[in-house]
Structure formats: C-alpha cells, structure tokens
C-alpha cells in the first residue's frame, strides 16, 4: 500500500486544490482590472468635467467682455455735454444696467432756436422723441 500523499484521493486533492489556485488567482486578476477600469473612468471623469468647467468660465468671459464692450459702446453714443439753453436748466442722470439695454438720449439745437431733444429705450417697444 503506497503513503498517504500517494493515493488517489491525495491525487485528486492536489488537482482539486490547483484549480481552487487557479481560480483564486483568475478572480484576484478580474479583480484588480475591474478596479484599474474604475480608477481610469473616474480620472476620466473628472478631467472631462475641469473641461467643461474651463469651457464655461471661458465662454463667460467672453461674455463678460461683450457685454462691457457693447455698454462702453453705448456709454459713448450719449452727448458729452448739456446744451446751454436760455430759460431752461437741463439735467441728466443715467444709470447703465447690468446688461446692455439699448437706452439713449441726445440734444440738438434747430436752427429757428428750438432744442430737440430725443431719446428711447429698449424696454419695451416705447420710444419717444420731444420738441420743446
């Protein structure tokens, strides 16, 4: 009679217990490159999400700057200086908005004496002209 880890039943333990081995390490392996595939997407992620963060604050500085741009614009369009008109005292006052809104005003002396004055806005569809 052969020893013990000679028989067929040790035999078939060691087979058993080296397919356990390769199964264990199989799933260790599927393991970890589940986890490396996790690890990459949500690095991926997160790099995709700074790009778009990047690309909104880009896009609102442009904004930004048009914005500015079109209020400097308009800011430049309204008349320096009040016209001196005898018998009237003539004060303006604007406030610009946040946003570009459209709104103007200005003076013109006509040649029989009258002073036109004219301005509009864009809230709305009013806009008025004054002759006085």
């Given at each position: 009679?052969?020893?013990?880890?000679?028989?067929?039943?040790?035999?078939?333990?060691?087979?058993?217990?080296?397919?356990?081995?390769?199964?264990?390490?199989?799933?260790?392996?599927?393991?970890?490159?589940?986890?490396?595939?996790?690890v990459r997407e949500s690095d991926l992620r997160a790099r995709a999400?700074?790009?778009?963060?990047?690309?909104?604050?880009?896009?609102?500085?442009?904004?930004?700057?048009?914005?500015?741009?079109?209020?400097?614009?308009?800011?430049?369009?309204?008349?320096?200086?009040?016209?001196?008109?005898?018998?009237?005292?003539?004060?303006?006052?604007?406030?610009?908005?946040?946003?570009?809104?459209?709104?103007?005003?200005?003076f013109s002396g006509a040649p029989d004496g009258a002073l036109n004055?004219?301005?509009?806005?864009?809230?709305?569809?009013?806009?008025?002209?004054?002759?006085?």
């Amino acid at each position: 009679m052969p020893p013990w880890w000679r028989t067929k039943w040790a035999y078939g333990s060691y087979a058993f217990l080296l397919l356990c081995s390769l199964y264990g390490i199989r799933k260790f392996e599927m393991n970890r490159q589940a986890q490396k595939t996790q690890v990459r997407e949500s690095d991926l992620r997160a790099r995709a999400a700074e790009a778009e963060k990047r690309a909104l604050q880009a896009e609102n500085e442009r904004q930004t700057k048009e914005l500015e741009d079109a209020r400097q614009l308009q800011l430049s369009m309204l008349p320096r200086d009040v016209p001196d008109f005898p018998g009237y005292d003539i004060a303006v006052y604007m406030k610009t908005a946040t946003e570009v809104g459209g709104d103007y005003y200005d003076f013109s002396g006509a040649p029989d004496g009258a002073l036109n004055i004219g301005f509009g806005t864009r809230r709305g569809t009013e806009c008025r002209q004054g002759r006085s």
